[in-house]
T-cell receptor, first 114, second 116 residues
Framework: AQKITQTQPGMFVQEKEAVTLDCTYDTSDQSYGLFWYKQPSSGEMIFLIYQGSYDEQNATEGRYSLNFQKARKSANLVISASQLGDSAMYFC???????????FGTGTRLTIIP | DTAVSQTPKYLVTQMGNDKSIKCEQNLGHDTMYWYKQDSKKFLKIMFSYNNKELIINETVPNRFSPKSPDKAHLNLHINSLELGDSAVYFCASSQDLVEISSYEQYFGPGTRLTVT
C-alpha cells in the first residue's frame, strides 16, 4: 500500500519569499510517480508538477520545483517568489506504475501574507 | 472549453433520496475516476473506469454505482443517501494506463453534496 504524509497542516509565508511544502511517501513499488496539486478556495484541483521515480533530475514547472530525494522518500514542493494567488491547499499524491489511482496526503494550507 | 465538467455543482437533498452526478470529459482520455473529499479535505479515490470498464472499486458501499455509457462520461448514482455521504465529489480523467508519465489527472470542478 502507498501512503503520503504531509506534516504541515498550515503555513504562513510572506509574499515574495520562497516556500517549501513537505511531503514524504511510503511505497514498496519500484516505479511510481509523485504529484502535487493545488486546491484554491474555489475548490477546483489544479495539477502543478510531476516527478517520476526514475527521473534523475528534479522536476520544474515555472515557479514550482520538486525537491526529490529518493533515498529519504521525500518529494517536497518548492514555490519560488510566492504570490498572494498561491494561497491555497496543496496536496501531494502518488501512484504506482500499472495502477492509475492517486493516493493523496492530507494537504497543507498555505497562506501568503502581503 | 471545459476539459472535465460535472453537474450539478451543488446538490442538497434529504436522507433516503437517490441522486446522480454527471461527469463528462472532452480530452479524449481513456480513464475516468471519482474521488470523494470529506469535510477534513481528505481526498480518496472511489472508482476508476478505463474504456467503460470498471478498474478500481475502493470498498465503496453498494449504494454508490458508477455508470459509464461511453469513455467520455462517467456518472455517479447514489441510492438511499445518508448524512455521511455529504462531501465534495470530484470527477477526473487521465490519458493512459501504460506509462506512468501519462497519469496526470485532470479534475472537474467538484460537486458539493449536502445530505440533510
Amino acid at each position: 500500500a502507498q501512503k503520503i504524509t504531509q506534516t504541515q497542516p498550515g503555513m504562513f509565508v510572506q509574499e515574495k519569499e520562497a516556500v517549501t511544502l513537505d511531503c514524504t511517501y511510503d511505497t514498496s513499488d519500484q516505479s511510481y510517480g509523485l504529484f502535487w496539486y493545488k486546491q484554491p478556495s474555489s475548490g477546483e484541483m489544479i495539477f502543478l508538477i510531476y516527478q517520476g521515480s526514475y527521473d534523475e533530475q528534479n522536476a520544474t514547472e515555472g515557479r514550482y520545483s520538486l525537491n526529490f530525494q529518493k533515498a529519504r522518500k521525500s518529494a517536497n514542493l518548492v514555490i519560488s517568489a510566492s504570490q498572494l494567488g498561491d494561497s491555497a491547499m496543496y496536496f501531494c499524491a502518488t501512484s504506482k506504475e500499472g495502477n492509475e489511482k492517486l493516493t493523496f496526503g492530507t494537504g497543507t494550507r498555505l497562506t501568503i501574507i502581503p | 472549453d471545459t476539459a472535465v465538467s460535472q453537474t450539478p455543482k451543488y446538490l442538497v437533498t434529504q436522507m433516503g433520496n437517490d441522486k446522480s452526478i454527471k461527469c463528462e470529459q472532452n480530452l479524449g482520455h481513456d480513464t475516468m475516476y471519482w474521488y470523494k473529499q470529506d469535510s477534513k479535505k481528505f481526498l480518496k479515490i472511489m472508482f476508476s473506469y478505463n474504456n467503460k470498464e470498471l478498474i478500481i472499486n475502493e470498498t465503496v458501499p453498494n449504494r454508490f454505482s458508477p455508470k459509464s455509457p461511453d469513455k467520455a462520461h462517467l456518472n455517479l448514482h447514489i441510492n438511499s443517501l445518508e448524512l455521511g455521504d455529504s462531501a465534495v465529489y470530484f470527477c477526473a480523467s487521465s490519458q493512459d494506463l501504460v506509462e506512468i508519465s501519462s497519469y496526470e489527472q485532470y479534475f472537474g470542478p467538484g460537486t458539493r453534496l449536502t445530505v440533510t
